[in-house]
């Protein structure tokens, strides 16, 4: 037995040392790709002694300057304890939430179960039908037919209705989700009969109401829900939570900064700071298709939707970081839309804030990956 458990651990460790580079090499071409941006902040000496000085003392070794000018070419705002974006994705997130303990997690089937049924002060979408490892479950988790799965969505509404349709497994940014328009068993925005639909999607995937957004939400632009990203973390005193951005769409259904969405930096009482930013430093005082103004822009809630992450953050003990998509709907209910357990990112929220993801706290998440 122990020779079988000294495998185990060469062949993880192999694996963990393979995903580590995988993702090294990722980010170096992520910030080689904004080299432009980079090249227009520089630091003076003062600054880069504070970094130098910080760094060395929590993490034992120097930072490129990169990412810390990367940061504040998109605010102005100098902070000598912004958090590299590799340090993160390459260290501090594996050691932390081990994808293996984390993998299951991710099914995004599973979103019920983390965030409970409203008892912790948030609901989750309404799910009509799901396909988990291509076995077709109804709302109530019965195991159901194909045709059974299609006569449910057919029969769902009298009339007509919409829906979201989105892959649960191997997702990110926005990519393989889709709204379907219901009406007489096919999709009237396509013209597929369900069946066809439920066929593109593989075999694990969700049908969930579509939320209708808070007012103050659509205001901001109607085409895409606009979600909250709350990344929460656990410290030695407890669960804190980053700095908010709002997460707007601008071309099309989703709004995820990869997929042409634009962020912008909340306050924790809910008020929208005065400029959001695409990926590539696309600069927005006020919406580009509804015209809003986004400074000082109220939403709501949002005192209470970090209240709720630290509490939803409970449920997830072994897991220090947890991002959740937040929104509010049209009955002033919260909403969390997803969960993210592993490859997360820090970098939104500090571009959008000018200032460091993880603030006073910055030193002891260096500190768990300090090098000897």
């Known amino acids: 037995m122990k020779f079988y458990r000294l495998i185990e651990k060469i062949l993880l460790f192999c694996l963990v040392s393979s995903w580590r580079w995988f993702v090294w090499v ?75 303990e984390v993998s299951a997690l991710e099914h995004k089937s599973l979103l019920t179960n983390i965030v409970g049924n409203g008892e912790y002060g948030a609901r989750v979408p309404k799910t009509y039908v799901e396909c988990v490892g291509g076995t077709f479950w109804d709302g109530e988790r019965n195991i159901v037919s194909k045709d059974e799965a299609c006569k449910i969505l ?30 007489n068993g096919i999709d009237a925005l396509t013209n597929e009969t369900l069946e066809t639909v439920l066929e593109t999607m593989g075999d694990n995937f969700v049908v969930q109401e579509k939320i209708l957004a808070h007012p103050n939400f659509a205001a901001l632009y109607p085409g895409s829900i606009n979600t909250l ?38 306050t924790d009482e809910g008020k929208l700071l005065s400029e959001a930013y695409t990926e590539y430093q696309e600069r927005y005082c006020r919406h580009p298709v509804t015209n809003v103004v986004f400074e000082d822009y109220q ?13 939803l953050h409970k449920n997830l003990p072994n897991l220090r970081f947890v991002s959740w998509d937040f929104t509010v709907d049209n009955n002033s209910q919260i909403v969390v839309l997803e969960v993210n357990l592993c490859s997360q990112s820090v970098w939104m929220s500090q571009l959008a804030h000018g200032k460091s993801v993880f603030g006073d706290d910055t030193a002891e998440m260096l500190q768990l990956i300090k090098r000897k």
């Open 154 to 183: 057919a029969d769902l509404y009298e009339g007509t209705y919409q829906a979201i349709v989105k892959k649960t497994v191997d997702t990110s940014s926005g990519r393989d989700v889709r709204l379907i328009h219901v009406e």
């Open 299 to 311: 939403l709501p809630l949002v005192p209470e939707i970090i209240q709720t992450a630290k509490r």
């Open 229 to 266: 990203r709350v990344v929460s973390y656990l410290t030695s005193k407890g669960a804190r939570v980053a700095p908010v951005l709002l997460r707007i769409g601008q071309k099309g259904y989703v709004d995820n900064a990869h997929a042409g969405g634009i962020i912008v930096g909340v």
């Open 26 to 100: 990722h980010e170096i071409k992520n910030v080689r790709s904004k080299k432009k941006l980079i090249k227009r902040q520089n630091l003076t000496s003062e600054q880069k002694k504070l970094i130098d000085d910080f760094y060395l003392e929590n993490y034992g070794r120097k930072v490129s300057y990169y990412w810390h000018r990367l940061y504040q070419s998109y605010t102005g705002n100098f902070d000598y304890r912004y958090f590299p974006e590799y340090l993160f994705s390459v260290y501090l997130e594996p050691m932390t939430n081990k994808r293996l």
